[in-house]
């Protein structure tokens, strides 16, 4: 018990300022950042914590805006945590804080084509269910066999990809449970053919998006059969901004932190888009970025 407690210490911070771990670059301090070294330490914490201690989970925080007023309780960060990948015949299994470039990276090397369509997405693969990243070609849940998830009480199950019912930018991960691992199905492929096909994505992606600035990425989802870049450019928003927080020229739908941009600034700018949008085509945009933490 003593020494269970011990190591739990040594994987936990406290006031961790979440800011600059974040794409976004916003965001207050978190009570506690705990980033469990193994499941076993991940479960210890859940079912030892105390009943009023709120757990909140992140992965590479590329998603999400971070209130200004910080986030209450523990969050938690799955990203330290050993035996990362295992390789089967036909599927793979991968520790949810795996990051996804690192396994599309993994893969390749074996001649193993799995989810190479997402490159250029950053982020955990964890987040990548949670959010069912994708594109308009290719969607994380057309490789998803199954998750294996723990809920914050320290329970585990698994839950397979029919159950879960993914939809566009929606994993429909149950509430409060912790993704630990996700099995992917694999197939065998020529290496060479499959790093063509990621050169490609990324000569797409570069001269279209802001890659490398501070964004989360798409801001809002697509209404179905419209373009949400197109809705913001078309209703006269591309050149708004609050503070630091402005609108990319390269891409109507990702917002990028300038500078010294605040979580509150991203947020009146996406009210402003959204009733701008609104009053031109009667279409309340939907966000697909998440907000976390204390908003007031
Ligand atoms: C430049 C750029 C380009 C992008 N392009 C795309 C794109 O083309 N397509 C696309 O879909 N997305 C895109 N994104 C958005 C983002 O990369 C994805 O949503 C990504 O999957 C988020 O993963 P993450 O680990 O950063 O999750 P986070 O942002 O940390 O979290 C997102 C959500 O997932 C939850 N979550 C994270 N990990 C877990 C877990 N282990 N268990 C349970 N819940 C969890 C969090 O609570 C949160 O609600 C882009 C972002 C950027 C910055």
Redesign the pocket.
Known sequence: MLSNLHKIRKMCEVNVSLKELS?LKVGGICDVLFCPEDEESLIYFLKNRPNDMKV?????????IISDEGVQGCVIR?GKMRNDIEFHDDYIKVN?GFQLSTLIGQCVRRGISCCEKLSC????I???V??N???SEFEIKDVLISVDVVDFEGNKWTISNKKLKMSY?NGN?PKD???ISVNLKISHKDAEKIISSIREIRKRRLNS?P?GGA????TFKNPDKMKAWQLIKEAGCAQFSVGDAVISDLHCNFLINSGKAKASDFIELITLIRIKVFERTGIMLEEEI?KIGRWL
């Not at 909140?56 to 999400?64: E, K, R």
């Not at 964004?215 to 798409?218: A, D, L």
């Open positions: 794409s909140t989970i992140l992965g590479n925080m590329s998603n999400v799955l949810a997405i950053p982020g955990t964890g987040g990548a949670f959010m990243a994708g594109t930018r991960i449970v912790i993704i998006q890659i964004t989360c990425g798409s998440i």
